[in-house]
């Protein structure tokens, strides 16, 4: 099992938010699951937002009030007979923390209240955080609030703790008692899992070899036809991870499974679906220069039993398989990815 502090490096860089890590300290050694990781980050980051100052928008109001302010509604003040009160219906822009990026948030810390397994002591601390938050309005969280997010450069701290309100909101199930939540480890889910890792090794290897070109490549087969028509049913090849440094070309394909390798009757072997792949980019990626003719391949995988360091040669393109394993200290999965390229 991926120790949780590991699982809060891997997020940060699958979000590229490695600047907010650092922001947000979190010691995972003393946490139990991962739903206890995500509510501390809520924690110390709605912290550091409080601090700093809250996200705030001006916003329409339309109210019965004592004197006049903004806009008078005549009608509604004439029909209520408000004047002869002192009193009007007027509607006027308020600057406010009422806004979406606080609204999910407020939502999401109602949602860990509810979810069963949250430590004692973190849903206590969340209660008293909901209570600096008194104008912000309570909303039945759902997808489109996350999608109308717009972040700017005042607000951009929001992305971080946004991306964690939204892994919670895809990870939660009504539970067997009513009002409550389950919360659904996403790490045993081998799909998600290999998202993650995917986009944890490449925004990895930018972060580290700034210097170099990292990137996604579209590769087009190399194939003909005699009518045009026909190459809009093949499909395009596109690489995890394109790296060139030094003038080597690297490609990685990062898989991530719960075994490694396959059996069959008793042996292991690498995924032949895997090697297909990689193959595929070495081939196709080929345009008659001397460097792609040399473009090195590698399958990468997390270390499940053993580390694997496997080496093999077609023509002058190297193709190795290695594995990295996510359970060790952050600083050893460094050395090994730095390892891997070098």
């Known amino acids: 099992m991926i120790p949780i502090q590991n699982i809060y490096y891997l997020l940060c860089y699958a979000w590229n938010k490695l600047d907010e890590k650092d922001h947000v300290k979190v010691d995972g050694d003393d946490l139990t699951n991962l739903v206890d990781l995500f509510a501390k980050i809520l924690i110390n980051g709605t912290r550091i937002l409080l601090k700093r100052g809250l996200d705030s928008n001006y916003k329409t109001k339309v109210e019965t009030i004592n004197g006049v302010k903004g806009k008078i509604d005549f009608g509604t003040s ?13 509607e006027f822009d308020e600057f406010s923390s009422d806004v979406v990026t606080n609204q999910i948030l407020v939502a999401t810390m109602h ?3 509810r979810i069963e397994t949250v430590d004692k002591e973190l849903k206590k601390q969340i209660r008293g955080l909901i209570l600096r938050f008194p104008e912000v309005s309570h909303i039945a969280l759902s997808k489109n609030h996350f999608e109308s997010v717009r972040l700017h450069r005042n607000n951009q701290f929001y992305g971080f703790l946004l991306d ?6 895809d990870s939660i199930l009504p539970a067997e008692n009513k ?5 659904i480890d996403f790490t045993k889910d081998e799909r998600k899992m290999n998202q993650l890792f995917e986009h944890f090794i490449f925004n990895f290897y930018r972060q580290h070899y700034s210097k170099s ?24 090849m596109k690489t995890d991870i394109t790296i060139e440094r030094n003038g080597q070309k690297t490609i990685i394909d990062a898989k991530y499974y719960k075994e490694t390798l396959s059996s069959f009757y008793d042996t292991e072997k690498v995924k032949s679906v895997n090697l297909y792949q990689i193959f595929s980019y070495l081939l196709n990626q080929r345009d008659g220069t001397e460097g792609s003719s040399k473009t090195k391949g590698i399958l990468l995988y997390p270390t499940i039993d053993k580390e694997y360091n496997l080496v093999y040669q077609y023509d002058k393109h190297p193709i190795q398989i290695r594995t990295v ?18």
């Not at 004439?78 to 007027?90: D, E």
């Open 164 to 169: 964690v309100c939204k892994i919670i909101f």
């Open 111 to 113: 949602s860990i209240l």
């Open 325 to 342: 394993d996510l359970n060790q200290h952050w600083t050893l999965i460094e050395e090994r990815l730095m390892k891997i390229l070098s």
């Open 179 to 183: 009002g409550e939540y389950s919360f």
């Open 78 to 90: 004439l029909k209520r007979n408000q004047f002869a009160q002192l009193q009007a219906t007027c």
């Open 213 to 236: 070109q990292v990137r996604r490549d579209h590769i087009k087969w190399q194939f003909t036809s005699t009518n045009d028509i026909d190459h809009k049913y093949i499909p395009q």
